[in-house]
C-alpha cells in the first residue's frame, strides 16, 4: 500500500471517529442543557451546526456528490456562531464590544459575496475561510487576555472554557494554512492527500478537547 493510500485510510478513519466524539458532544450537552451556563449554551449551537454540516458532508461523499457548497454555507454558520460564543466572553478592546454588530454584519457580507461573486460554490473558499479562521483566532487570542483581566466565571468553569479556547485556537491556528492554498491543493493530489490527512487529526483534537471540557465543568468538580 502505498502512502497517499495509507494516509486516505487513516483520513477516512479519523473523519467517522470525529464525527462520532461531535455526536457525543452534542448529546452530551442535550443532555444537561439545564446546567449550561451561557457560554457553553452558546457553544451548543455551534456544535449543532457542526454536526448538521459534516453530516450532510459525510452523505455527499459516500453518494459520491461534490460536497464543497456545504463549506461556504459552514463557513458563514461557523463566523455568526463562534462570533456569537466569544461575544460574552470578550469585553476588552472596548472598540471591539461597541462595533461589534457592525463587524459581524459587515464580515457575513463579505462571506456571502465571496461566494456569489469571487469564488464559485463548487470550489473551495478560499478568502472568506481565511477571513474567518483569521479572526477566530483572534477571537481566542483576546479570550486568554480578558481571562487575565477580568475573569468572569468560577474556577472550574474558567478552567473549562479554557480548555474549549485552546482547542479552537489550535485548530484553526493549525489548519488555516490548509485552506488558504487548499485550491492549490486540490490540483496536486501528492500534497492534497497529506494535508488533509493533517486537517482531519487536528478536527479530531479539536472535538476531543471540548469533549474533555464539557466533561470536567460537569462531572470533574463532583467527583472532587
Not at 474556577?155 to 474549549?164: D, F, G, M, T
Not at 493533517?198 to 470533574?220: E, M, P, R, S, T
Request: proline residues 3%; positive net charge.
Amino acid at each position: 500500500m502505498d502512502t497517499n493510500a495509507t494516509l486516505h485510510t487513516m483520513y477516512s478513519y479519523t473523519v467517522k471517529i470525529t464525527l462520532l466524539i461531535l455526536l457525543i458532544n452534542v448529546a452530551f450537552c442535550i443532555f444537561q442543557r439545564k446546567k449550561l451556563n451561557i457560554p457553553f449554551k452558546r457553544l451548543l449551537y455551534f456544535l449543532i451546526w457542526n454536526l448538521f454540516i459534516e453530516t450532510l458532508a459525510f452523505i455527499c461523499i459516500k453518494l459520491e456528490y461534490n460536497n464543497l457548497p456545504l463549506l461556504h454555507i459552514y463557513t458563514l454558520g461557523e463566523f455568526l456562531l463562534l462570533s456569537y460564543f466569544f461575544k460574552v466572553l470578550v469585553d476588552k478592546p472596548t472598540f471591539l464590544k461597541k462595533g461589534f454588530t457592525y463587524f459581524i454584519v459587515a464580515g457575513s457580507l463579505f462571506i456571502i459575496a465571496n461566494s456569489v461573486f469571487f469564488q464559485p460554490i463548487f470550489g473551495f473558499n478560499t478568502f472568506a475561510k481565511t477571513f474567518v479562521q483569521v479572526i477566530i483566532i483572534s477571537y481566542a487570542i483576546l479570550y486568554f487576555y480578558n481571562l487575565v483581566e477580568n475573569p468572569l466565571f468560577s474556577l472550574q468553569v474558567s478552567k473549562s472554557l479554557r480548555l474549549v479556547n485552546s482547542a479552537i485556537l489550535v485548530y484553526y491556528s493549525g489548519s488555516l494554512f490548509i485552506f488558504m492554498c487548499s485550491n492549490v491543493y486540490l490540483e496536486n493530489m501528492e500534497i492534497y492527500v497529506p494535508f488533509w490527512a493533517f486537517n482531519a487529526l487536528l478536527n479530531f483534537l479539536f472535538q476531543l478537547l471540548i469533549l474533555v471540557g464539557l466533561w470536567n465543568v460537569f462531572y470533574k468538580k463532583k467527583v472532587l
